[in-house]
């Protein structure tokens, strides 16, 4: 990338306006004394080092970033303290606090979705187990939250396909294999059985009702006949 720096006198008035335009874009205006020294370090006689400006402006960015991160980090622990103690909505609130500073964190998606099945908010669940699992397609724990909520919201199949996904990026991981892959094939074979049971049901019902019907027919041929 090309950069390029311009230096040229100016006059004190404008060099005010430039400080305080780069106070504000910086978002270092009022925060604390220290910063001023910095910019009046590469402010001297009347002139600005526009690419010094630069430098300094994207360092700011930078520590920005950095306290971000760190403030993130910080509401992303409070958080997992809090749904241990079984504070889901407050452990809720701060992950979403978290997720405002860094929305690209698939970790703080997955745990939140964990909490609202704890709560038994399954299509929330299931969406920020989505959002988790875009985030990171790589990342089994992701794909297995995905297929835990899609079992609470009654998607047994998509669950298998997930859960299938989740060996796939982690095929030693033996919970996959022994509980969530399992559960759900029980509960599909169960699903299954109950079907084959109610089409049973209905195909003695149905045989029942033709049989009655039937007795009626020749109840009523039988009348007529004797009518005649």
Same mark, same amino acid.
């Not at 958080?79 to 964190?105: F, Q, S």
């Given at each position: ?27 270092? =205006? /009022? ?6 020294? +910095? ?43 809090? =749904? +241990? ?5 407050? =452990? ?28 038994? +908010? ?56 022994? +509980? ?18 109610? /089409? ?15 007795? /009626? ?12």
């Amino acid at each position: 990338m090309t950069s390029f720096g311009w230096k040229r006198k100016i006059g004190a008035s404008v060099q005010r306006t430039a400080v305080s335009k780069f106070k504000t874009s910086t978002g270092v =205006a /009022d925060s604390n004394d220290g910063d001023d020294d +910095e910019v009046n370090e590469f402010l001297g006689m009347g002139e600005i080092d526009w690419l010094e400006l630069s430098r300094v402006k994207k360092k700011s960015k930078v520590l920005q970033l950095e306290d971000n991160l760190a403030k993130s980090t910080r509401l992303k622990q409070e958080g997992t303290t809090l =749904a +241990e103690a079984e504070r889901y909505w407050e =452990a809720i609130k701060r992950w979403d606090e978290a997720i405002d500073l860094t929305p690209d964190d698939a970790t703080i998606f997955e745990m939140k979705a964990q909490a609202l099945m704890e709560l038994c +908010e399954v299509f929330p669940a299931v969406q920020t187990a989505e959002k988790a699992v875009s985030l990171d397609p790589r990342w089994w724990i992701a794909h297995q939250t995905l297929g835990r909520a899609l079992l609470g919201l009654g998607e047994i199949q998509l669950a298998i396909r997930t859960f299938s996904k989740a060996i796939h990026l982690n095929p030693t991981e033996e919970e996959l294999w022994l +509980e969530d892959l399992k559960w759900a094939m029980d509960l599909k074979k169960q699903n299954e059985e109950k079907q084959i049971e109610i /089409d049973s049901i209905n195909s003695d019902s149905e045989k029942e009702n033709i049989d009655e019907t039937e007795n /009626d027919s020749i109840h009523l041929t039988k009348q007529t006949i004797r009518a005649r």
